[in-house]
């Protein structure tokens, strides 16, 4: 009898801690990854204006930092949770059993989807973070400069290649994953509400990727100048 109590609170602590991952994990992707993800596409539009300042705007509301502990600040910020995040969704892939082929459904297909463009959001942020932030600083000692990611972005494909494909998994990302992050949370609940907050998913989907894409396409077109 003692034993089967035993692993009865045993379980129910396991379920309790899975429970409590899996919110602040979900939580960690909104704030402050989310609204992060898009203060730094709002800051990165600044490129359209290259035709006028050869991408000082870019530069000043991009990479700048008032004072270099500030840039510290912001990588704490941005990259403690992201690890917590990524750790926190690797371990939901290794457990994930998707059936699409049985179960045809659109919320089927959402899941994989999700699963899938984690997968590769990994993968660009890994390069992005790099190429973007530590090798400029670290190897190069200077924050990455406009003109040689616009030449990038214009003369080697598989750079513009990466930047629309990996921007497109974080707004199918981000985008679903909100959706998600309200039903976990109980904030939508009902079938109704849930089929009225797919439209803001929607939406947030075509604002994100129109913001990314409008920024790697002012990106394109200076390199034409570089």
Sequence with gaps: MSTAITEASDQAENTRASFI???LGSLLAIAPLGVWTFIHLWNNLAA???REDHGDAWQSAVTDHAHPVAHFVTAIIVLLPLALHTA???GRLLTMRPNNIQYGFYG???YLLQRLSALGVVLFLGAHIWLAMLKP???EGHAEHFSSLASQMRNHP???VVYLLGTLGVSYHLANGVGTWVMGWGLVSS???LRKFEIVSLTLFVVLLGMSWGVIYALYMAGAQS
């Design 137 to 139: 600083w670290f190897l």
């Design 48 to 50: 359209w204006r290259f």
């Design 158 to 160: 598989p750079t513009l």
């Design 108 to 110: 089927n297909l959402k």
């Design 21 to 23: 991952r899996s919110r």
């Design 191 to 193: 079938k109704r509400a």
């Design 88 to 90: 926190w969704g690797v």
